[in-house]
């Protein structure tokens, strides 16, 4: 398990560091902003939607490396998802990350599985969390920012 723990460190570390499709998005057609006061973490998450399939997503904010890295790992997740599927992958990371079983073991999360340690830090829950509510907001087109209080 420690190994594993290590990995999943290291593959957080990794995406804090050099965030994947950070900065504006060019030719978005959704976009939403959300915040986390409890941990002063903001996101604006840019997102360009045709026929119901996520073209392309990026971000932009500035938070604390739970958020930075679970932003930058969903973008690189949402591409090519169709609403449905990101419907699907939401409640897996949702569950991931809130509930005590973890995951449904048959929803494929990839690369977010390493966002199930964050369950052992219950104060970064929200900061891993944030990216995901704010994704929600976009989709529903939602013009107020999100907040995790
Ligand atoms: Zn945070």
Same mark, same amino acid.
């Given at each position: ?17 050099? *965030? ?5 998005? &060019? ?9 986390? *006061?409890?941990?002063?973490?903001? !996101? ?24 930075? &890295? ?21 409640? &897996? ?37 944030? *990216? ?13 920012? !999100?907040?995790?209080?």
């Amino acid at each position: 398990m420690a190994d594993l723990r290590d990995l999943y460190q290291e593959v957080i570390l990794d995406h804090t560091r050099r *965030p994947r499709n950070f900065g504006r998005l &060019a030719g978005a057609n959704r976009c939403a902003e959300g915040f986390n *006061p409890l941990c002063g973490d903001n !996101v604006t998450l840019y997102l360009k939607l045709v026929d119901s399939v996520i073209e392309d997503a990026r971000f932009e904010g500035n938070g604390c490396a739970i958020s930075t &890295a679970s932003a930058s790992l969903m973008t690189e997740a949402l591409k090519g998802k169709t609403l449905d599927e990101v419907q699907v992958l939401f409640g &897996a990371v949702h569950a991931l990350l809130t509930s005590a079983d973890g995951a449904d073991p048959a929803a494929s999360l990839g690369k977010l599985e390493v966002l199930s340690g964050v369950r052992e830090f219950p104060v970064r829950v929200k900061c891993a969390t944030l *990216p995901w509510h704010t994704l929600q907001a976009a989709l529903r087109d939602e013009a107020r920012p !999100v907040s995790t209080e």
